[in-house]
């Protein structure tokens, strides 16, 4: 089955650690997200990547980091300069503009990430 | 700056009736529209979209209206399901290409009344 697996759906840390979060696809999708969500404030975008080895901040890119080393893969760190982590974290994917012409976003389960 | 803003919380509707779920923005340069359906702790699931060359697209019994004069958009849901029951996102971006980024709004719980 073609989809968008994030891994743990939940995932607990002390405060001042780092803990990486995953995101991987087998869509063959160029374009991928990461959105928080928090209650009260919607989907708010951490950093997108438009293509393998490149990626660009969102409105929330503080304390954050991402790396795109393959097309499938677009893992999220979450680092201790991130002053309030604890959220549901969502990653997205869209098809490549070659194959498509319009921006629906394919989104994973998520990852709820508690910091202690 | 709330680019995309859906005023309404919440939303309660009778099984049956019309749900009525709203959205207003504020950036001129959106040119095209989504909404999403979201469950809790699943990621939200695409629904509906509009490019704004139109003012209305319907699937189903679901149907979105641009009103790109007032910068305002709205989802009906018609005849409301209790499946229906879930918080609804709208969603606006700049152009309608596959790796346009999304600006969401902050939701609208919509429960569904049996």
């Known amino acids: 089955d073609g989809g968008i697996t994030q891994s743990p759906k939940y995932l607990f840390r002390k405060e001042g650690q780092n803990v990486t979060l995953s995101c991987e696809q087998n869509?063959?999708?160029?374009?991928m997200y990461w959105y928080r969500q928090d209650p009260g404030q919607g989907l708010r975008l951490i950093y997108y990547?438009?293509?393998?080895?490149?990626?660009q901040k969102g409105d929330i890119a503080e304390g954050y980091s991402v790396s795109r080393e393959k097309k499938e893969s677009f893992p999220l760190t979450v680092t201790s300069a991130q002053k309030n982590p604890t959220a549901f974290y969502l990653c997205?994917?869209?098809?490549?503009?070659?194959?498509?012409?319009?921006?629906?976003?394919?989104f994973g389960p998520g990852t709820r990430l508690t910091v202690l | 700056d709330q680019q995309v803003k859906q005023n309404s919380p919440s939303l309660s509707v009778q099984e049956g009736r019309i749900s009525i779920l709203n959205c207003d923005y504020t950036?001129?340069?959106?040119?095209?529209f989504l909404w999403y359906k979201k469950y809790p702790a699943e990621g939200p699931t695409f629904l509906i979209s509009?490019?704004?060359?139109?003012d209305k697209n319907e699937d189903g019994r679901f149907t979105v209206f641009l009103n790109k004069s007032a910068k305002h958009l709205s989802l009906h849901i018609v005849p409301s399901q209790p499946g229906d029951s879930a918080v609804y996102f709208c969603?606006?971006?700049?152009?309608?290409?596959?790796?346009?980024?999304?600006?969401f709004g902050t939701g609208t719980r919509l429960t569904i009344i049996p």
């Open positions: 509009i490019s704004s060359i139109k």
């Open positions: 950036n001129s340069m959106f040119d095209y």
């Open positions: 997205a994917s869209t098809p490549s503009l070659v194959f498509s012409s319009y921006n629906e976003q394919f």
């Open positions: 869509l063959n999708h160029d374009a």
């Open positions: 969603a606006a971006s700049e152009s309608n290409f596959g790796n346009e980024k999304l600006t």
């Open positions: 990547s438009q293509i393998v080895n490149d990626f």
